[in-house]
């Protein structure tokens, strides 16, 4: 699809990742994830749920050792860190914090505008639609790279701010066995792209949703 949103066209600048994880992590919800196709259009979607993982903590790939596997995750911030889970799933994180420090944030869902709703709801999802794989591991962040991420747009930020309720939903991190108890893991209340709601949050009708339009 064809963005005629400028935006869209300009990534995050790099000083957005130069924070630790766990101030990127919900920042990132409401960005836009572009990936500009052969054709020379543009595949995008609103990034609704993240995770954060920092070196500290056992939960995260850098936490015992640098490895050849891990190396992009030690920095420096605003690169994708692409991992193979359970041997067959691609997962999306974009590297944050400082150089020689393994941190970052997994992208866990989108919702794409005039997609099915749960297209992209979940990492390997999210990287199978959007064609990503190792090959995209090191890359910046960046539009000379053909995958970039954007700022949120001028209608998500206002609803973001005008909400009566908490927008984002924070939670324990899910799919780890270490590390639970850190909630490091936000979602968008108002959408219905989420991989897992917390218990007790209700999913929001089609009718009450939020979903992207057209940019």
């Not at 640098?66 to 860190?81: A, D, K, M, V, W």
């Not at 359970?86 to 420090?101: E, F, L, P």
């Amino acid at each position: 699809m064809t963005s005629t949103d400028s935006a869209i066209h300009k990534p995050l600048p790099p000083s957005f990742f130069a924070r630790p994880a766990e101030d990127v992590a919900p920042k990132l919800i409401g960005c836009r994830l572009v990936r500009r196709l052969a054709d020379g259009c543009l595949l995008w979607g609103v990034i609704v749920e993240t995770e954060a993982y920092c070196q500290s903590e056992p939960a995260c790939h850098g936490h015992r050792r640098r490895s050849p596997s891990n190396e992009t995750l030690f920095g420096p911030p605003g690169r994708f860190y692409v991992y193979v889970s359970y041997g067959m799933h691609h997962c999306v994180n974009v590297v944050t914090g400082r150089d020689d420090w393994a941190n970052g944030v997994l992208l866990r869902a989108a919702c794409l505008p005039g997609e099915p709703e749960r297209v992209a709801a979940g990492p390997a999802l999210l990287a199978r639609r959007f064609g990503i794989d190792r090959s995209h591991d090191a890359r910046g962040v960046d539009p000379s790279e053909g995958l970039w991420l954007a700022p949120r747009d001028a209608d998500l930020q206002h609803r973001l701010e005008s909400s009566p309720q908490p927008p984002l939903v924070q939670t324990g991190r899910i799919g780890i066995s270490q590390g639970q108890e850190l909630p490091w893991r936000w979602y968008l209340r108002s959408s219905r792209s989420v991989s897992r709601r917390a218990p007790g949050d209700r999913t929001p009708s089609r009718q009450e949703a939020w979903t992207p339009g057209e940019a």
